[in-house]
């Protein structure tokens, strides 16, 4: 958790919905897949996968003048967390979350969390339940993806954490694959409701506290608080398709509601309901 979400905004929505004051998602930038993504970095990605390029919100200082003051930038991050000290970028698949719990006292998280915060915007995130009473052909408990979005129908904003890595084989700091940018999803406990699903979900910001959470200058304890448990209602989520499973899989038809005749041994995770043949 959070492993896979959607984010369907092209850029110029976001541009908007976000307040970003420059868009640099056109900017070429380091990526760590050995293909082509697809879709291509920027353009409206039904099942965000780890190691993938992502649009994320953050506000630095424009590079012809650190001294100015921080804006809030749109920019194609990669999702895996790779400190700046790291040797390689090896480690950054193992870290695309960082638990609320403990992100302040990990070396690896310690430092974004004190000046590198950012957002990241998606239509909702994907997460799988393993049910009670359904097994598959090994025997292990039955797993049936869920995917969860706010019930006001606006974007999810996630609460993340970024880094820049430096290449020391690339001599020149002003080639852009010099750097690789990568981003990290707080989690935190779930709320009820959606612990039927899972024991763990992202950390959602609301708009008034965006700015706050992306202040560089704003240390690590003044935004503490915004990563405290918050009163459930504020999402909705249904059961979708088991294919969302492949990240090769895509499009809109992901998020569409999986018919009730279709489940198996699934729990509502608003009632409790147990939902299929096998319940």
């Not at 749109?74 to 638990?99: C, E, F, H, Q, Y």
């Not at 609320?100 to 004190?114: G, K, M």
């Not at 560089?216 to 989520?237: I, Q, W, Y």
């Amino acid at each position: 958790m959070c492993g896979r979400y959607a984010a369907t905004a092209t850029p110029d929505e976001l541009v908007l919905e976000f307040e970003v004051e420059q868009d640099r998602t056109a900017e070429p930038g380091r990526s760590v897949l050995a293909s082509p993504q697809d879709p291509p970095p920027g353009r409206p990605d039904y099942n965000m996968a780890p190691t993938k390029q992502a649009p994320v919100v953050l506000a630095r200082s424009p590079r012809e003048d650190r001294t100015a003051p921080p804006r809030r930038q749109l920019r194609l991050l990669t999702w895996g967390l790779v400190p700046s000290w790291s040797k390689d970028t090896k480690g950054g698949v193992r870290m695309i979350n960082a638990r609320v719990e403990s992100v302040a006292d990990r070396p690896a998280f310690a430092r974004a969390l004190a000046a590198r915060r950012c957002l990241v915007p998606a239509r909702g995130w994907y997460e799988w339940q393993a049910s009670p009473s359904a097994v598959d052909s090994s025997g292990r408990p039955r797993k049936q993806p869920f995917f969860t979005s706010r019930a006001d129908g606006s974007s999810v904003a996630l609460a993340g954490l970024y880094e820049l890595w430096r290449d020391p084989a690339v001599e020149d700091p002003g080639d852009p694959m010099a750097w690789l940018a990568t981003f990290t999803v707080l989690t935190g406990a779930a709320e009820p409701g959606l612990d039927r699903i899972h024991e763990r979900q992202p950390v959602v910001l609301e708009a008034g506290e965006w700015e706050r959470w992306l202040d560089p200058e704003a240390g690590a304890e003044t935004v503490a608080d915004l990563l405290s448990p918050r009163p459930p209602g504020r999402f909705v989520a249904h059961p979708v398709s088991r294919s969302v499973g492949s990240s090769r899989a895509n499009g809109p038809q992901l998020l569409e509601p999986t018919p009730v005749e279709e489940l198996e041994g699934v729990v509502d995770p608003m009632t409790g309901e147990v939902l299929g043949g096998a319940g």
